[in-house]
Nanobody, 126 residues
Framework: QVQLVESGGGLVQAGGSLRLSCAGSGRTFSSYAMGWFRQALGKEREFVAATSRSGVRTSYADSVKGRFTISRDNAKNTVYLQMNSLKSEDTAVYYC???????????????????WGQGTQVTVSS
């Protein structure tokens, strides 16, 4: 089992940048693929990005490709989401999640993730 805590959210102007962090507990953090999801007010939660256990493989939603970068530091039990060129439509609560399955293809479905953080609010003002 792993516990996840997100940080780094806040208020930023359109065009700005933020870096989210997700710290995981336990010694087995590198055993999990990690994902970021977001949920805007009144909308369903959606996939943002994912990375494999080693961090070599990544996957992005089309809406953030080229603007967001997911990375991880297993020595620090942390996964990051660097968000650049932010838009008002990026406003949402951002969640990190851990997938214990060893998949050939990174999951973009929230049902594929076993553990979730509490979320961090990102607000982009236009």
């Amino acid at each position: 089992q792993v516990q996840l805590v997100e940080s780094g959210g806040g208020l930023v102007q359109a065009g700005g940048s933020l870096r989210l962090s997700c710290a995981g507990s336990g010694r087995t953090f590198s055993s999990y693929a990690m994902g970021w999801f977001r949920q805007a007010l009144g909308k369903e939660r959606e996939f943002v990005a994912a990375t494999s256990r080693s961090g070599v493989r990544t996957s992005y939603a089309d809406s953030v490709k080229g603007r967001f970068t997911i990375s991880r530091d297993n020595a620090k039990n942390t996964v990051y989401l660097q968000m650049n060129s932010l838009k008002s439509e990026d406003t949402a609560v951002y969640y990190c999640a851990a997938d214990r399955a060893d998949r050939t293809v990174l999951s973009r479905d929230e049902r594929g993730y076993d553990y979730w953080g509490q979320g961090t609010q990102v607000t982009v003002s236009s």
